[in-house]
C-alpha cells in the first residue's frame, strides 16, 4: 500500500543512518515493522509477567513437536 507521509529532514535522516537503508521508502518500512515486532514482544512479556498468557499445549507436547 502506498501511502504519504511527511518526515522533517532531520528526522528522516537520523531514520537513514539507524536503519542503514538508503531510500526513504524501505527505511520507514524497516521502522514501522521494528517497532510493530517491539511492542508484539514488550505485550507479550506483560502477559507472561501477568499469567494472561495461557499457552494451550503441555510441555510434553511442546517438546514433541521440536523431534
Known sequence: ???TVELDDKTLDELLRATGHKKN?????FAVRDFLNRKKARDFGRMLREGTFDYPATNHETEARDI
Open 25 to 29: 521508502s524501505p527505511a520507514v518500512a
Open 1 to 3: 500500500m502506498r501511502m
